[in-house]
């Protein structure tokens, strides 16, 4: 396959994971519930829906590929469950603007881990474009903005130093199964989650339903193809991508819950993805002249 068709690939593959992905905000809303209880039922039904889906491709050899993964595959899905968590946590101690503000520096701590561990650099345009993405996102909540203190950064550095370094992981080890190390992170989240809880995870049927239809289908579809998007794309292009699940988010929520978002919301969104368009094109015209 040429790099051009690699790189094409592995920007469908990874968009389309974030268009799916981005569902989250909205069933969560559509449940009426949030903290460590919807986290719990998330991920439970992720993690379950994963083993029927693991064990539906590997034909009989999912022991062997387990074992292959080893801890490689752990240390890369215990990276999975705990980026949601954290995200969790900081939307729960400073708010969804701060967290969102945060998330959007995952580029940035992906390109790091990739130079100081991989000696991999990051295209100039990709750091750019994720300081246009930070620009917009903050323009759409300015006005919550105004506050942040050492308490906020604490809480919300996370999400984006392990999402970063999850993707960063994956660029670099291919041959770890991608539905298995979403599989771990199902795992992880939905123990960390119950714990958090105290056991306290009792939610009625109507609730239960979009989690269900959030954890069974979205979060394994959209993890997996995010992962399989780094086989083709560097991981802080990959990163620079989820950083739409911001802007996508809202649209589904104005669609489907009417909430029409103000004018800087629209704003900021046309700076975010105009950021990731511009970076997606010059890249791929890059990866044209390389073939």
Same mark, same amino acid.
């Given at each position: ?62 022991? !062997?590929?387990?074992? =292959? ?7 890369? @899905?215990? #990276?999975?469950?705990?980026? *949601?968590? +954290? ?114 995870? !009792?939610?009625?049927? =109507? ?7 959030? @954890?069974? #289908?979205?979060?394994?579809? *959209?993890? +997996? ?67």
């Amino acid at each position: 396959m040429s790099q051009r068709r690699e790189y094409w690939k592995g920007i469908t593959v990874t968009f389309v994971g974030v268009l799916v992905l981005s569902t989250d905000a909205l069933l969560i809303r559509a449940s009426g519930i949030s903290g460590p209880q919807a986290a719990f039922w998330r991920a439970s039904f992720a993690f379950f829906a994963l083993v029927l889906l693991f064990r539906a491709t590997t034909r009989g050899k999912w022991k !062997e590929i387990l074992v =292959a993964g080893g801890t490689r595959m752990l240390f890369s @899905g215990f #990276l999975w469950g705990t980026s *949601g968590l +954290t995200f969790a946590i900081g939307i729960y101690h400073s708010g969804a603007a701060i967290a969102l503000v945060m998330l959007a520096l995952a580029p940035f701590f992906a390109a790091t881990h990739s130079y100081l561990f991989y000696r991999t650099k990051s295209h100039p345009l990709t750091l750019i474009a994720a300081v246009g993405a930070i620009a917009g996102i903050a323009y759409m909540y300015g006005s919550q903005l105004d506050c942040i203190g050492p308490r906020d950064l604490f809480y919300t550095i996370w999400a984006p130093l392990i999402y970063g370094v999850n993707l960063s992981f994956l660029r670099r080890h291919t041959e770890i199964n991608r539905i298995s190390v979403s599989m771990v992170g199902g795992l992880v989240g939905a123990v960390i989650s119950v714990a958090l809880a105290k056991g306290n995870v !009792e939610v009625t049927a =109507a609730q239960l339903l979009p989690l269900a239809i959030l @954890g069974a #289908l979205m979060i394994p579809f *959209g993890q +997996t193809a995010i992962g399989i998007g780094t086989k083709y794309i560097p991981a802080g292009e990959s990163a620079l991508i989820s950083s739409l699940e911001t802007i996508i988010g809202i649209f589904y929520v104005w669609v489907f819950l009417c909430e029409v978002p103000s004018k800087e919301t629209l704003i900021g969104a046309a700076v975010v993805f105009g950021s990731v368009i511009a970076n997606t094109l010059v890249q791929a015209y890059r990866a044209a002249a390389r073939a």
